[in-house]
């Protein structure tokens, strides 16, 4: 069993920061890609970033230049720093990851229970 506990969101004013952590637990072999997405009230659950497993992140262009993604493996921990945040960027959010269980055969996607950041204009 593999849980992602996310942590970080809150509100803040337009034009300020917040760093979300998601924290990966249970019984892991190995984790592939993290990384975020976010779904706003009445709006498709869309990708923020991803940190692939070798090298390399990829985010969507709305966020590029505002949000870093970056992970720390020895923590199985995946983060998100927003930075310049706007309005548009209220949403809940969503960290996965694919992992590999103990024993399993190949990588399953796991997702966190969301959290919300609601930025004020």
């Known amino acids: 069993q593999v849980q992602l506990v996310e942590s970080g969101g809150g509100l803040v004013q337009a034009g300020g920061s917040l760093r979300l952590s998601c924290a990966a637990s249970?019984?892991?072999?190995?984790?592939?890609?993290m990384g975020w997405y976010r779904q706003a009230p009445g709006k498709q659950r869309e990708l923020v970033a991803v940190s692939f497993s070798g090298a390399g992140t990829n985010y969507a262009d709305s966020v590029k230049g505002r949000f870093t993604i970056s992970r720390d493996n020895a923590k199985n921990t995946v983060y998100l720093q927003m930075n310049s945040l706007k309005p548009e960027d209220t949403a809940v959010y969503y960290c996965?990851?694919?992992?590999?269980?103990?024993?399993?055969?190949?990588?399953?996607?796991?997702w966190g229970q969301g959290t919300q950041v609601t930025v004020s204009s």
């Open positions: 996965y990851a694919e992992v590999a269980s103990y024993g399993s055969r190949g990588h399953l996607e796991y």
């Open positions: 249970g019984s892991i072999f190995s984790i592939n890609d």
